[in-house]
């Protein structure tokens, strides 16, 4: 999903979990406005800061750690024009509070960019169950979890292979390389708990009751994978315009991923 942004100017953008840091040019390149990251966890804080170190020294960009569900924390932060929280909110244990949280930090007339688990029913609580059990195993039990988990996300590949060499069809282009290995990103699905799911329709409903406007919908087909969402919330001279084909700077903020593949920081 995409939108498009005109010069930030003195705007500010706000991002939660260590994947947002990545596309922390949304701000900088835009017109050198403020840009903040906050992480609960530690070690993400200090990954963050070396990105920062690394490949932005010089830019205005704030990395401290902080929690969405700590009320005290986000009254001393002020509001932003854009909020950026990809795949986090569900893996906090009380997701309906930090998303009431997250709207707090929107300035009037700002966007709040979220991406949520789907809803997938009686599959979506069979991976709770997968996903309890796994953090509170050890390594045999843990690995037959991480063996079984991958089976039965790419079960579909053998069929696929066969299809595509019956038909003649072309290997698929590889994907945009990611930051994380196949293994790596099966870790991080399976290991990712608290878990929180919920439906376009439940998010939507969640949204009126603060105002906002849906500006953008992307859904994984019904699928598992994140449903994104692009949110206005009313009032202000609305800093950040509506997304429009016309304009010329282009923030990418949900990434290229795949929505088979679920990692995400916790």
Request: net charge neutral; aromatic share 10%.
């Amino acid at each position: 999903m995409y939108i498009r942004l005109p010069r930030l100017g003195s705007s500010a953008a706000w991002d939660v979990s260590q994947p947002a840091v990545l596309d922390h040019d949304l701000a900088t390149d835009a017109g050198g406005g403020q840009d903040s990251h906050r992480d609960f966890d530690a070690e993400a804080v200090e990954s963050a800061s070396r990105l920062r170190h690394a490949f932005a020294p010089d830019a205005s960009w704030t990395i401290e750690q902080g929690s969405i569900l700590d009320g005290d924390h986000l009254a001393r932060l002020g509001a932003f024009d854009v909020v950026y929280i990809w795949g986090v909110l569900h893996h906090t244990g009380d997701m309906w509070q930090a998303f009431d949280n997250a709207v707090e930090l929107v300035a009037p007339g700002g966007l709040l960019f979220v991406a949520l688990y789907n809803d997938q029913g009686w599959e979506s609580r069979i991976w709770t169950v997968v996903k309890r059990r796994y953090n509170r195993s050890g390594p045999v039990t843990r690995g037959a979890l991480i063996a079984g988990s991958s089976a039965y996300i790419h079960r579909a590949w053998p069929l696929f292979q066969i299809g595509r060499l019956l038909t003649g069809r072309p290997r698929p282009a590889a994907a945009r390389p990611r930051g994380m290995s196949r293994w790596h990103d099966m870790l991080d699905w399976v290991g990712g708990y608290p878990f929180e799911v919920s439906k376009p329709e439940q998010v939507l409903a969640r949204a009126r009751t603060h105002d906002l406007s849906l500006l953008r919908l992307g859904t994984c087909g019904g699928g598992l994978g994140c449903n994104q969402y692009l949110l206005r919330r009313p009032g202000g001279s609305a800093a950040v315009q509506e997304p429009a084909d016309s304009m010329d700077d282009l923030a990418y903020l949900s990434g290229s991923r795949d929505q088979a593949s679920q990692g995400h920081s916790r």
